[in-house]
């Protein structure tokens, strides 16, 4: 089991960029999938990214089709991040956003994730 936590919210204008962190406590961290959520106001938890852990036979990274082309995801097992870039922020992307890790693999689905952080709130102003 991983403890997450989120950092790296803020409040920023239309066009900027923000980069999310979410720092992970436990073993065998590689092995997890990592993902990111967010959950805007009167709106469901949905998908953004996920990138995968060790267990597959290649990392690669899912966008949802809203952020794909202005986020990125990226992984440091070693210090045990894994980080969100968000350029071209627009203010639908405002919400709070959530760090998700699974032992093994993880898809788009929110409920293939056993593990969550608390979330950071991004609000990005017209």
């Known amino acids: 089991q991983l403890r997450l936590v989120e950092s790296g919210g803020g409040l920023v204008q239309a066009g900027d960029s923000l980069t999310l962190s979410c720092t992970a406590s436990g073993r065998a961290f590689s092995m997890y999938a990592m993902g990111w959520f967010r959950r805007a106001p009167g709106v469901e938890r949905e998908f953004v990214g996920r990138?995968?852990?060790?267990?597959?036979?290649?990392?690669?990274?899912e966008y949802a089709n809203s952020v794909k082309g202005r986020f990125s995801i990226f992984r440091n097992n070693a210090q045990q991040t894994v980080t969100l870039q968000m350029n071209s922020l627009k203010p639908e992307d405002t919400g709070i956003y959530f760090c998700?890790?699974?032992?093994?693999?993880?898809?788009?689905?929110?409920?293939?994730?056993?593990?969550w952080g608390q979330g950071t709130q991004v609000t990005v102003s017209s």
């Open positions: 998700a890790g699974n032992y093994g693999y993880a898809g788009s689905e929110a409920g293939s994730y056993s593990d």
């Open positions: 990138i995968t852990g060790a267990a597959g036979d290649s990392q690669y990274e």
